[in-house]
């Protein structure tokens, strides 16, 4: 699939990460297949994290580190990607793991289905307590498929560890630094000026870890970052009228989510320090799963609730 350089280059950047990144190097070290390379830029940790990817690259040539003064995820990632030499880019954080079987997959699946500039595949959230749990459970993503500029402007369809070529990179111009949610700005901006095709294989081949720490947790500043990445697209002036409908409604939506999780954080907190933890992180698995019904209901109750408590 490749001449010159390895075949996959993950992309890690990492920042105060010694907890994780152990876990995360091993499972790619675990991999089935064998032609990778492991880029990891540390984002000016003031932790052991350096030290830890220094003494897995002495064991093992595919390992790099990188490192630079704080700038944050986007940023970190992109200096992970321009110092790669695969064909193929991996997404890969600091806190995710990917099951022995993720490069061998995927790589069947790019020979199968060839010429695509996007890959991804389902895969599990991993809870505090072992607890693992499908990201993308829907009927919807059990068949091979494409998503395109208006199913993701609906929702973000690609799950964290996913496949882009070094193409797709140079011809969107990278990822933007300062931005909180880069993945969802860097695959918006991909479809949108850089024509992107993308193709799904439902298996999950990966985990994503769930914890009260990670980037994600920060409700507002998520949403702050989603809604400007969706006004930055419609500046670009390329969508249609259409496209700027949908992206006008997810702007909507990023607030509508926030209040919903705002509101499942405090039932999760709220068992958790009656019950215990591992019960709290069991209803927050609970109104996961139920999210398609639950939704609409609590995010009305949660809109009334915002809207009388800035009226006292």
Request: charged share 30%.
């Given at each position: ?22 876990r ?7 991999q ?26 002495a064991?093992?040539?595919r ?5 630079q ?15 790669s ?10 806190d ?7 490069l061998?997959?995927?790589?069947a ?20 307590d ?14 091979e ?10 929702a ?8 882009f070529?070094?193409d ?22 991909a479809f949108a ?9 439902p ?13 994600t ?10 809604a ?30 926030e209040r919903?999780?705002?509101?499942r ?6 068992v958790?320090?009656v ?10 698995r ?16 949660a ?10």
């Amino acid at each position: 699939m490749s001449s010159g350089g390895p075949v996959f280059s993950f992309a890690m950047p990492a920042y105060n990460a010694e907890a994780t990144i152990g876990r995360a190097i091993e499972s790619a070290l675990e991999q089935r297949y064998a032609d990778w390379e492991l880029v990891v830029c540390d984002d000016g940790s003031t932790d052991g994290t350096a030290d830890l990817v220094r003494s897995y690259a002495a064991r093992d040539a595919r390992v790099h580190l990188i490192q630079q003064a704080n700038a944050g995820c986007g940023a970190a990632r992109d200096t992970a990607v321009r110092a790669s030499r695969g064909r193929y880019v991996v997404r890969f954080d600091a806190d995710d793991e990917l099951l022995p079987e993720y490069l061998e997959e995927m790589a069947a699946f790019i020979e199968r289905e060839p010429g695509y500039d996007i890959y991804s595949c389902n895969g599990w959230h991993l809870y505090p307590d072992g607890t693992r749990r499908l990201a993308r459970p829907d009927e919807r993503y059990r068949e091979e498929q494409s998503f395109t500029l208006d199913d993701m402007l609906f929702a973000t369809h690609i799950f964290t560890v996913a496949v882009f070529t070094r193409d797709l990179f140079d011809r969107v111009g990278g990822i933007r630094p300062g931005v909180y949610c880069e993945d969802v700005d860097f695959w918006l901006r991909a479809f949108a000026l850089g024509e992107a095709t993308h193709r799904y294989l439902p298996r999950p081949l990966a985990l994503y870890t769930v914890s009260d720490t990670q980037m994600t947790a920060d409700f507002a500043r998520v949403a702050e970052s989603r809604a400007a990445i969706y006004r930055d697209l419609i500046a670009t002036g390329a969508l249609t009228a259409e496209q700027e409908r949908l992206a006008e409604r997810a702007i909507e939506k990023v607030f509508e989510d926030e209040r919903v999780y705002r509101w499942r954080e405090g039932v999760r907190t709220g068992v958790a320090r009656v019950f215990g933890r591992r019960a709290g992180y069991g209803v927050s698995r609970a109104m996961h799963a139920s999210a398609r019904w639950l939704r609409p209901p609590v995010a009305r109750l949660a809109s009334l609730l915002s809207r009388r408590g800035a009226g006292r």
